[in-house]
């Protein structure tokens, strides 16, 4: 259909002569050269626009027409990524055998000052999924490794205990919901010195577990986590089979800059060889979230319970410090 463009305030007056043929066929060759531009497709009208109906021989007005916009989001990219960026079940901050690098000192009633160290960490090997570092999506399968020790010195770095952590973890997540299943393995020894110090512990034996494990944690928040995990030991020697631990924390997730952010953590590390007693450990402090998803974290240590060396697993403790500590 031709059509003939007015403005809503222009108006069509007959002047002398024959009117109609004349203006007819002006409206007809001016609707056919504004057409041919825009041929096949229909361009919207301004609000009163009028035109001309060749086929009714009468002046029109214009129906509006809506173009709908449809906005595009660009869903996160998945695919199969080696060695990738950042863990989707991350080590809990105040879990005393996770694998991390890190310090604490701290003031222990039967050897005074103490610190406990602790070498290693946890990285990815394999991921199903999304590329971001800070909330990837996917399923991923890690290896965490680490030396915990037990010393008084640090210029000698007289080894009181060792502990030696290493696990293989698979997690995947849904939403705020982060699972994990693995397999972890420790051994506990014991220096000599310490065997002369506390003749009352019976160090014949290796502290040694080879447990299966499943964790889930929920982010309520993009920086409060709670979580828990339970573990089955499939071989022992000195513990028993079943640990449990539960906790929260609040951290930054995403990158802080050189201001960093305050971080909150609590753990409740339960066992079934002390009856399910254990250590409750509190941190506080100021962290730092870099680019590559690491956490450098300074703050205050508050241990109480059992001892977590596990050379002296029955053995009390109460720890008050502070510490450093690199978590991946």
Same mark, same amino acid.
């Given at each position: ?9 222009? #108006?069509?007056? %007959? ?6 043929? +004349? ?16 041929? /096949? ?7 009163? +626009?009028? =035109? &001309? ?12 027409? =809506? ?17 990738? #960026? ?13 694998? %991390? ?26 991921? *199903? ?20 020790? $037990?010393? $008084? ?10 502990? *030696? ?13 982060? +699972? ?6 420790? $051994? ?35 920086? &409060?986590?709670? =979580? ?5 030991? &499939? ?20 990158? +802080? ?5 305050? @971080? ?24 730092? $979230? ?6 450098? %974290? ?6 109480? /319970?059992?001892?977590?060396? &596990? ?11 502070? /510490?450093?500590?690199?978590? @991946?």
């Amino acid at each position: 259909m031709a059509r003939l463009r007015c403005a809503p305030n222009d #108006r069509l007056t %007959r002047q002398p002569g024959p009117w109609l043929p +004349t203006g007819l066929l002006a409206a007809c060759c001016a609707g056919l050269m504004l057409a041919v531009p825009t041929a /096949g497709a229909q361009q919207p009208m301004p609000p009163g +626009t009028v =035109y &001309f109906d060749a086929d009714q021989q009468q002046l029109v007005p214009a129906q509006p027409v =809506y173009v709908v916009q449809q906005s595009v989001v660009d869903e996160p990219a998945w695919g199969l990524r080696i060695l990738p #960026r950042g863990l989707i079940y991350r080590p809990y901050l105040a879990g005393p055998k996770e694998s %991390r690098t890190g310090v604490q000192f701290f003031h222990e009633d039967e050897l005074g000052w103490s610190y406990d160290s602790t070498v290693g960490g946890q990285f990815g090997l394999l991921r *199903i999924g999304t590329d971001d570092p800070y909330f990837p999506l996917g399923i991923q399968l890690d290896v965490e490794a680490s030396a915990q020790f $037990r010393q $008084r010195n640090l210029l000698v770095l007289d080894i009181l205990t060792s502990d *030696i952590r290493l696990g293989i973890p698979l997690s995947f997540t849904h939403g705020p919901h982060k +699972t994990k299943v693995g397999v972890y393995f420790l $051994r506990s020894h014991a220096d000599d010195d310490l065997i002369f110090q506390l003749p009352e512990l019976d160090f014949d034996e290796f502290f040694e577990r080879q447990s299966l494990v499943l964790g889930h944690s929920i982010y309520l928040t993009n920086q &409060f986590r709670i =979580y828990g995990e339970v573990g089955y030991a &499939f071989h022992t020697r000195v513990a028993d089979p079943w640990e449990v631990q539960f906790g929260a924390e609040f951290a930054p997730v995403m990158p +802080t800059g050189l201001l960093g952010s305050p @971080f909150l953590a609590a753990n409740a590390y339960l066992r079934q060889e002390v009856d399910f007693g254990g250590t409750l450990t509190l941190q506080g402090g100021w962290s730092w $979230r870099g680019r590559d998803a690491r956490l450098l %974290r300074v703050g205050v240590h508050y241990a109480n /319970g059992m001892s977590n060396q &596990f050379v002296l697993h029955d053995k009390h403790e109460q720890q008050l410090g502070f /510490g450093v500590w690199l978590d @991946f």
